[in-house]
């Protein structure tokens, strides 16, 4: 699998692109659709091959992105 994830063009390849976008852009509005196309997989696939990879669906995966922010902000 991390084979898969360091060759280019690969569907783990892409999925790993959209991760990293996700933990850049965690705090924005999530479209599930700029993820399939920025993967340039189909919905059932880019789901299936995210899944596969973080065992989250991309809403579940920012969710928890954000509650670990959340976790590391300094109590007020």
Do not use: C
């Not at 690969?10 to 991760?19: F, G, K, M």
């Not at 479209?31 to 993967?39: F, I, Q, R």
């Not at 340039?40 to 922010?69: D, E, G, N």
């Amino acid at each position: 699998m991390l084979r898969d994830m360091a060759s280019p063009g690969t569907a783990l390849a892409r999925i790993a692109v959209t991760i990293h976008w996700l933990r850049r852009h965690f705090a924005e509005p999530l479209k599930v659709g700029t993820l399939e196309n920025m993967a340039a997989l189909s919905v059932s696939a880019f789901h299936r091959h995210f899944k596969a990879v973080t065992a989250l669906s991309p809403l579940q995966y920012q969710k928890r992105l954000r509650l670990l922010k959340a976790r590391s902000l300094p109590a007020t």
